[in-house]
């Protein structure tokens, strides 16, 4: 998981203006007496804008989106809400308890919308016995609260800030406090937030731990890979690998967590055996793809 960035759209851009109409009929729906209010697929209209912002990724295990469509996700759920077993979480409204009919008020705004792969979003099998999420991942209507009792909902006096959520929004957390990624390719946490988010999204599965160990290699070997292709007077694949390390730099690549790992290994490793020079030389390389690739 890396943080991400949200989509630069314009306050006055129609589907921020119609996302807004719409979310103030379903409040005024849901405060009329209508206890589901259900709302319309809107949100999808951000999708690409949100693409663009992810840099085609997905915002929570960073698999290309490319390998399988993305799904527009919603941090605090649209409709259904459960806690992190799945169960149905309940608000009291006035003197009645209510299946708690969703954040449909947040359905279109920006900053609960996410783009996620299938996998993560999506429900499937947990077989980890270990697994604090007792045999199911993906996020699906998952968004369990420390204090649930003050979960927000629309007239039962609590706002979102009043909210202590258990899993990390890629938008607003700093990955760094809560996420470490090790040398096998696994994720650790360093919080419970952290730990309930890698539960939820299943984000050790093997396929994902084969995939980060894959981008950490290659990580490893663009430096050297240069340096050899520098002195071998290799052109073409000079501009490859400054290619790569541009994409490296800007998280364009999957996994682009485990390729930092990769590459700062071996960063120290040619300082150990070259010396600092080797600083003053990235340096140049930086400026240069900066130069080729980043207009």
Known sequence: MRKIEKPDISPTDPRILRGKELAANLEAAFKGGVLNP????????FKDALKKSHKNKCCYCEASLDRQHGDVEHFRPKQRVTDEHHKTQRVRIG??????????WLAYDLDNLLLSCAICNQPSRDDDSDSICKGAKGK??????DHPERRACLMNGYTIEDEE???MHPLFDNIA??????????LGSKTKKGEMTICILGLNSANLISWRLKASREGFEILPRLLRN??????????????IIWKI????????????LGLSAALMNIRKESGAWVDGWLDSIVADVEATFGT
Do not use: C, Q
């Open 38 to 45: 259900k709302t319309a697929n809107h949100y999808a209209t």
């Open 95 to 104: 003197e009645e308890e209510i299946n708690h009919p969703g954040y449909f």
């Open 140 to 145: 699906w209507n998952r968004f369990p609260l």
């Open 165 to 167: 959520p258990k899993l």
């Open 177 to 186: 406090e809560h996420l470490v990624l090790g040398e096998d390719g696994r």
């Open 230 to 243: 520098v002195v071998d007077n290799k052109v073409l694949d000079v501009r490859e690998d400054k290619k």
């Open 249 to 260: 730099m800007h998280e364009e690549e999957e996994f682009s967590m485990a390729y930092w």
